[in-house]
């Protein structure tokens, strides 16, 4: 099997049911800015927000999801954010309306994880290596 040139892992969709809460959750806890991205033709009632990215680089991104077709909450995929320090980004949190689920938490060698609840009922991690 050859061996793979990135990061195999190319996206990621976090449905929501209030973009512009959701958006406003995010930007405040990961200190980003999100941008529209146009959805695909096929879907009309889809409103999509980006997380930022590298063009061209070995990373991976995603985008905040509004549809009928999917709906957000518990249980479901897991998705990690990177951090310097996953305490800090956890620290805002509840201030911008969700919920610490569990507080930064040793993971053996690597590193350390929180995990929080967003304002759509989303489970997210948040890792870092300190």
Not at 38 to 64: H, R, Y
Request: aromatic share 8%; hydrophobic share 40%; charged share 20%.
């Amino acid at each position: 099997m050859a061996a793979l040139s990135k990061n195999p892992f190319t996206w990621v969709e976090i449905y929501v049911e209030d973009m512009s809460r959701a958006q406003k959750f995010y930007e405040t806890v990961l200190q980003i800015e999100m941008t529209p991205m146009q959805a695909p033709g096929e879907m009309d009632d889809l409103e999509m927000l980006c997380f930022p990215w590298a063009e061209g680089g070995i990373n991976s991104s995603g985008a905040l999801c509004k549809t009928s077709e999917m709906k957000p909450g518990t249980g479901g995929t897991l998705v990690y954010f990177a951090c310097e320090d996953c305490a800090i980004e956890a620290s805002r949190v509840e201030s911008a309306g969700g919920q610490v689920l569990q507080q930064k938490f040793q993971i053996g060698e690597h590193g350390f994880c929180a995990i929080v609840m967003d304002t759509e009922g989303n489970t997210v991690g948040l890792h870092s290596m300190n």
